[in-house]
């Protein structure tokens, strides 16, 4: 179908010239062909088709799988220390492609990368920006990946036009409770549907792949984009509604208390190395959605090190604390201890002392849980009182 053809748009390396000076993009509108998948492999049935990232053999075992964790906690490890260099795209991918046991084809995700770029600088080429600061070819850029990601484009060839549809948000098991895989960038891409911590990694990656820098930032339950330009200074910006938010907005949630902004947990840019830290914690909340109660080893040992890095970052924090709870659990049940003589064994004691301190200092850091109800009904009032909260000085582009 149409749809499927533009999709993935594998011939977007013709892109170049082949745009007129009229409004809409111009493209070649190739024979149609069937959706090249992130894996490679043999034809999928309809149902996979549709997530195109689901492997089609059946699990390896769990050594194997599990050495898929290893070496792209190997990896992401080499990053936070220097061995390596940053790469927020490889981290990514290697996160997600070790929850599908290495089932995912790397070159293949970066051509789809680069072929959403292409779209991006026809965008550009297209469009005009009402901006007219020094730093406009930077604006140019962040203003198309923003236009992508949440406005319909007009893709057309002689007298005929295409809507090429925005991703949008999916209210589905928006937190990944129920199928993690609902957090990946590779789901985002594939099903044109993602939540808020698919759509700014996307973000993230198509600037950076565009040369220009993304800046990561948190709220509770969320992550949003912070930029900067000459004209405006720092602003917000929000994918799953397609809005330039004020940070009354952030604060309108109830849940992000002052120590919170004081230290740094909530509204604040992450850096590059801290972004990364964000990935390795998703590796290790991946690793334990498959492995459960045999995952408490590797789960403490990356949180460990995204804290080495990143110390006040609350969602590690928040998972070495449940992880040490899990391990108090464990123990107990093995030698038949009730729960409450946790402080009179040598093993569980540790681990209660060790629990104990982590939720302290996430208290005292100024976290405080926010329920998914509570966070669905915030998302909304972005749309319901856009113009309440909408920052009114930051545009996007306007048609020549």
């Not at 390896?60 to 964790?69: E, L, V």
Request: glycine residues 4%; charged residues 25%.
């Amino acid at each position: 179908m149409i749809r499927n053809t533009i999709f993935f748009i594998t011939t977007l390396i013709l892109l170049t010239g082949c745009y007129s000076s009229n409004k809409h993009i111009r493209l070649i509108r190739m024979p149609k062909k069937e959706v090249e998948p992130i894996v490679r492999r043999k034809p999928l049935e309809q149902k996979e088709k549709d997530t195109l990232i689901r492997p089609k053999k059946e699990i390896p075992p769990i050594d194997t799988s599990i050495k898929y964790y290893e070496e792209a906690f190997k990896e992401m490890k080499s990053m936070l220390n220097g061995t390596n260099e940053l790469s927020f795209i490889r981290a990514v991918f290697i996160t997600e492609n070790a929850y599908w046991n290495n089932e995912l084809d790397y070159k293949l995700f970066c051509k789809q990368i680069k072929d959403l770029t292409h779209l991006c600088n026809a965008i550009i080429r297209s469009r005009e920006l009402l901006y007219n600061g020094e730093d406009k070819v930077s604006v140019q850029k962040h203003a198309s990946v923003f236009s992508l990601l949440t406005d319909t484009l007009k893709l057309g060839y002689k007298k005929e036009v295409i809507d090429y549809p925005p991703f949008t948000y999916d209210f589905d098991d928006f937190s990944g409770s129920k199928d993690w895989s609902k957090m990946f960038v590779t789901k985002l891409i594939s099903s044109r549907s993602g939540n808020c911590h698919s759509l700014p990694f996307l973000y993230k990656i198509l600037i950076e792949e565009l040369g220009e820098d993304a800046f990561l930032a948190l709220a509770p339950n969320h992550i949003y984009i912070k930029l900067y330009n000459k004209q405006n200074g720092w602003y917000n910006t929000e994918l799953t509604s397609g809005v330039f938010p004020i940070d009354a907005w952030l604060m309108a949630s109830g849940y992000i208390h002052t120590d919170a902004i004081r230290n740094g947990i909530y509204m604040d840019t992450l850096s590059n190395k801290q972004s990364i830290a964000v990935c390795l914690t998703d590796l290790a909340q991946g690793y334990s959605k498959k492995y459960g109660a045999d995952s408490t080893a590797y789960i403490l040992k990356s949180c460990n090190t995204v804290l080495n890095y990143f110390p006040n970052y609350i969602n590690a924090l928040l998972l070495r604390a449940e992880t040490y709870k899990k391990v108090i659990e464990l123990s107990l049940n093995a030698y038949h201890i009730p729960y409450e003589q946790v402080q009179n064994h040598p093993t569980t004691k540790v681990f209660f002392e060790l629990m104990q301190r982590d939720f302290i200092t996430i208290h005292q850091l100024g976290y405080r849980k926010m329920p998914d109800s509570m966070y669905l009904e915030w998302l909304l009032t972005l749309k319901e009182e856009k113009n309440k909260y909408q920052n009114k000085k930051i545009t996007t582009f306007n048609h020549r």
